[in-house]
């Protein structure tokens, strides 16, 4: 068998784009400038306009530029750093927590949510929804999974629904004691109930931080958060010097 000369390998003409591109955003556009339409970009760098998707797209991704409803392609201000280490070792809504609660229903559970806190499928448990803000701009959007036997304290007509259950959930999942935590970060596309709260396009690239709480020996609770991958830097504080960034 012979061998693959990747230094060889001719290099996408989407990517050549996305460098000269990038290099115009640093010369002739300021942040937050709407950016021409595809037809006129694409007629300015002599390229398909299929092409020119794929190049911004990339862009997208690595933070450069953000697709806003109702305004367009803007070139995108610097990453806003965001710390989800778990140093902080606390329950959600504890201390200095940066989430704003939204709501909160009684519903089941997604498959994969339900193995996580080893339930049955489709076993309802309580989602918290929360919204995370900084410096003045959502950056993540949170759905949080609790088993009933996690509150079992919680008296249903004290927390009928909306920010008030969410709140009575949170209070009562802070009478346990917190064993720990862990968290894994994989990349995404914004579901479209994630895009409308971030103002974001559905099925635009975002990074989903799924969160363990553990108490007594299981899972208490679950958190998916979906953050905004053109505006995010994701930052593990003292737990591991590792960060998402462009």
């Avoid at 629904?161 to 009575?168: E, K």
């Avoid at 004691?177 to 862990?182: K, S, Y």
Wanted: overall charge negative.
């Amino acid at each position: 068998m012979g061998t693959t000369q990747l230094e060889a390998a001719p290099e996408p003409k989407y990517w050549h784009l996305k460098t000269v591109i990038g290099e115009a955003l640093d010369s002739d556009f300021a942040v937050g400038e709407i950016l021409p339409n595809e037809r006129e970009l694409a007629a300015r760098f002599g390229v398909a306009r299929a092409t020119l998707r794929q190049a911004l797209e990339q862009l997208e991704l690595e933070g450069r530029l953000q697709r806003r409803r109702g305004v367009g392609t803007t070139v995108a201000p610097p990453r806003v750093g965001v710390d989800v280490s778990t140093t902080q070792h606390s329950w959600p809504g504890v201390g200095e927590d940066t989430w704003q609660s939204v709501d909160s229903a009684a519903d089941k559970a997604p498959a994969a949510v339900a193995r996580l806190l080893d339930i049955e499928p489709g076993e309802h448990v309580h989602i918290v929804r929360r919204l995370r803000v900084t410096e003045g701009q959502p950056v993540a959007a949170e759905l949080l999974y609790v088993p009933s036997g996690s509150v079992p304290g919680l008296i249903e007509t004290d927390a009928a629904a909306g920010t008030a259950r969410a709140r009575a959930v949170l209070r009562e999942l802070q009478q346990l004691a917190l064993d720990g935590q862990d968290r894994s970060v994989e990349l995404g596309s914004a579901r479209a109930d994630d895009a409308k709260e971030l103002d974001r396009l559905p099925g635009a690239p975002v990074l989903v931080v799924t969160t363990r709480y553990l108490s007594g020996g299981r899972t208490a609770a679950v958190s998916v958060a979906t953050y905004r991958a053109d505006t995010c830097r994701l930052t593990f504080g003292d737990s591991g010097d590792l960060a998402i960034a462009s």
